[in-house]
């Protein structure tokens, strides 16, 4: 008549992994939404023509949707690789 202890181990997928986080500071602004936004604009096929006017588009998407509003030039500088590659702009 012994004492004896009956650990129960979870086998490792049906444990939950903690989210990863990338060092350093979290960005200010939700740059991934923002690319997700953008893909489903060229997508569906209303990305305006025009970078201004993608440009002013997303600064309003940004106020409207995430309550921030990141500066003209941030918006370009982002906008840019998507208009070299889908609508055939220089800059």
Do not use: C
């Not at 004896?4 to 979870?10: A, Q, T």
């Not at 409207?64 to 500088?77: D, Y």
């Amino acid at each position: 008549m012994g004492n004896y202890l009956l650990v129960k181990e979870f086998s490792a997928d049906n444990v939950a992994q903690p989210p990863r986080r990338t060092p350093g500071r979290p960005p200010a602004f939700a740059w991934e939404a923002f690319h997700v936004e953008v893909a489903d604009l060229i997508n569906s096929g209303r990305m305006p023509q025009k970078k201004e006017a993608a440009i002013q588009l997303m600064v309003s998407w940004f106020e409207n949707t995430q309550k921030q509003k990141p500066s003209r030039s941030a918006v370009s500088e982002k906008l840019t690789p998507y208009y070299r590659r889908f609508f055939s702009a220089r800059d």
